[in-house]
T-cell receptor, first 112, second 115 residues
Framework: TQLLEQSPQFLSIQEGENLTVYCNSS?????LQWYRQEPGEGPVLLVT?????EVKKLKRLTFQFGDARKDSSLHITAAQPGDTGLYLC????????????FGKGTLLTVNP | EAGVAQSPRYKIIEKRQSVAFWCNPI?????LYWYQQILGQGPKLLIQ????????DSQLPKDRFSAERLKGVDSTLKIQPAKLEDSAVYLC?????????????FGAGTRLSVL
């Protein structure tokens, strides 16, 4: 069974601060996705990283996929209250299934 | 473009009762997924359909859970009988293609409380 560990589980910061969320696994994934989920809504895909060592930027969000394709990080610069939500990483399995395995998520609160 | 529609949004039942959830995926999306998200955890895949065929139901508790996708469009997920530990949000998702770069679009979910 492939497992994804996310840390920290909870994070409460002030507006303008920077933060990094981590997603680690002992398994190799064909790709990894990051989602944000707001209360009462389903997860929304932010980015997919495919290549080991890949870095993608989405405005103030920077995503990195580890060289061995087992871990990933999400860095937010100058966090804003609108960034508040549950950040989930999901590994995409290989083979013919492409099944998503989600981590437990990091609940981020950005206070004004 | 309309998103994934789910109903009802909330359901409260007593243990041993039955419940059904409905999902209408994005038009044209051949792949449909049902996930269970327990409070404090990430979504867990219950079943995946490709058109109206089952691709993966390895984590579906088949003694009490069932799902169908007639005509390859809408889908229903049923629990009979419900247990306390079934309290969770049930998410439906759909994707246009099935592969390593597939993008899944999620509905808002049905929050089930089993008392």
């Amino acid at each position: 069974t492939q497992l994804l560990e996310q840390s920290p589980q909870f994070l409460s910061i002030q507006e303008g601060e920077n933060l990094t969320v981590y997603c680690n696994s002992s398994s190799v994934f064909s790709s990894l996705q990051w989602y944000r989920q707001e209360p009462g809504e389903g997860p929304v895909l932010l980015v997919t990283v495919v290549t080991g060592g890949e870095v993608k930027k989405l405005k103030r969000l920077t995503f990195q996929f580890g060289d061995a394709r087992k871990d990933s990080s999400l860095h937010i610069t100058a966090a804003q209250p609108g960034d508040t939500g549950l950040y989930l990483c999901a590994g995409v399995g290989g083979g013919s299934n492409y099944k998503l395995t989600f981590g437990k998520g990091t609940l981020l609160t950005v206070n004004p | 473009e309309a998103g994934v529609a789910q109903s009802p949004r909330y359901k409260i039942i007593e243990k041993r009762q039955s419940v059904a959830f409905w999902c209408n995926p994005i038009s044209g999306h051949a792949t449909l997924y049902w996930y269970q998200q327990i409070l404090g955890q990430g979504p867990k895949l219950l079943i995946q359909f490709q058109n109206n065929g089952v691709v993966d139901d390895s984590q579906l508790p088949k003694d009490r859970f069932s799902a169908e996708r007639l005509k390859g469009v809408d889908s229903t997920l049923k629990i009979q009988p419900a247990k306390l530990e079934d309290s969770a949000v049930y998410l439906c998702a759909s994707s246009l293609v099935w592969g390593a770069k597939n993008i899944q679009y999620f509905g808002a979910g049905t929050r089930l409380s089993v008392l």
